[in-house]
């Protein structure tokens, strides 16, 4: 009990500068809760004289906030939801947010009150969208995003206690991608794409690592090295596709991981160069394989290559411990003969084009700019000649005149 304005009040008291209400009610336990009322003379009165009443209407409205919490599914609570997100977002993003929620999340979660939603789910629902709808990393963030959204607003509302998105992690990035039998590294929807270059060989290494492997081996090291095409080419290639005279390899197919013979990455042609040291290591192969008429480079029975297992796993392998080199993917013999040829001075496009077989020179400058050397040149000598020398010789005249 508690005395204020000469009056005892037994259920009205003072916390702060509000009026608070304490009592015990039929089935309930003992309450005390602050009624938002500022402190004054009338408002102790109205709460000492309506106690039960007030208290009553709380554990109501208690109990009916629990009831709906219990029964209210996220697929009831969206329509809420995105009207809360229409003070922030627009018209547009509203309806993109809509659909991506319905098609990826709704599926799973929508018949879900609130409190069903746990991580356990939330980690199985992740590597669904991962393995099954195959959505790359930088999607399901998104829609994780979109996700947590929700339940915010359902905390906001009352109606969810805990966000689950914010304690569970969005996949790793190295889940998304993953390397083949062959050695491709893949996608998260199984495309073969380019390696990252972590750590090209120097040319000293190339020469060393040429010189130290045996057999047909050295051979294959030596295309590849210095042709820069990819391992599935290098496997596919037939005699029929060298042109001794205009010293080029016509690249026209690739192995796949189904074992068998497609077309190339970006399904074209490309005729490259033979260097030197690659005429040498084919003329010296021709000796061995030429007079068959197939393929350039055959494994032990006598077949062509189907598998990189013979290359990674043994020779490759074998070969780096040997001389001391950490191991490196096998695919560094691409990466390598661009570094080398760009860090020399070699022309861009002629690497990117003619060589890679990029089909944008820009792909190429997002994977190797900085192996790039700057040519130190005077520029636009073409301009150094008697007219431009007349013209600049008139404007002096001009302006001392």
Not at 2 to 26: E, P, Q
Not at 40 to 64: D, P, R, T
Not at 123 to 137: H, I, P, T
Request: glycine share 6%.
């Amino acid at each position: 009990m508690a005395k204020f304005f000469n009056k005892d009040y037994k259920h009205a008291f003072k916390r702060g500068s509000k009026v608070w209400v304490s009592g015990k009610i039929k089935g309930q336990s003992y309450h005390r809760m602050s009624t938002a009322k500022g402190f004054s003379k009338a408002n102790m009165n109205y709460v000492e004289n309506h106690w039960e009443e007030i208290l009553e209407e709380y554990f109501e409205q208690k109990n009916m906030l629990m009831e709906r919490k219990r029964m209210l599914t996220l697929r009831d609570f969206l329509p809420r939801s995105l009207e809360l997100r229409t003070e922030t977002a627009s018209e547009g993003t509203i309806r993109d947010y809509e659909l991506s929620i319905r098609k990826h999340i709704l599926p799973v979660f929508g018949d879900c009150k609130f409190d069903e939603i746990t991580i356990s789910k939330i980690k199985d629902w992740q590597k669904y969208l991962r393995v099954e709808v195959k959505l790359s990393q930088k999607t399901i963030i998104g829609i994780r995003a979109m996700f947590s959204g929700i339940l915010n607003h359902a905390i906001e509302e009352g109606i969810a206690t805990t966000n689950v998105i914010s304690q569970t992690k969005a996949p790793d990035k190295k889940l998304f991608v993953q390397y083949d039998e062959f050695g491709n590294l893949l996608d998260h929807k199984g495309r073969e794409i380019e390696d990252k270059i972590l750590d090209p060989f120097t040319l000293d290494d190339v020469l060393r690592l040429i010189d130290a492997a045996e057999g047909q081996f050295k051979l294959i090291l030596t295309v590849l090295f210095f042709t820069g095409m990819r391992t599935g080419e290098m496997v596919t290639l037939k005699w029929s596709d060298i042109d001794w005279s205009s010293e080029t390899i016509h690249i026209q197919r690739a192995n796949n991981s189904s074992h068998k013979i497609g077309t190339t990455k970006n399904g074209t042609t490309r005729k490259i160069t033979i260097l030197p040291i690659v005429m040498d290591a084919l003329k010296k192969q021709y000796k061995v394989t030429g007079l068959k008429g197939g393929f350039i480079f055959l494994a032990q029975d006598g077949g062509r290559y189907t598998t990189y297992d013979t290359f990674r796993k043994h020779h490759w392998k074998n070969l780096l411990l040997r001389l001391g080199y950490d191991y490196r993917k096998f695919y560094q013999t691409r990466h390598t003969f661009a570094s080398i040829m760009l860090s020399n001075g070699e022309d861009i496009i002629w690497v990117s084009k003619v060589m890679l077989g990029h089909s944008e020179v820009a792909t190429t400058y997002k994977f190797y700019a900085k192996y790039i050397q700057p040519k130190n040149k005077k520029h636009a000598t073409f301009l150094d000649d008697e007219r431009t020398n007349n013209v600049q010789n008139i404007n002096l005249k001009s302006e001392s005149a």
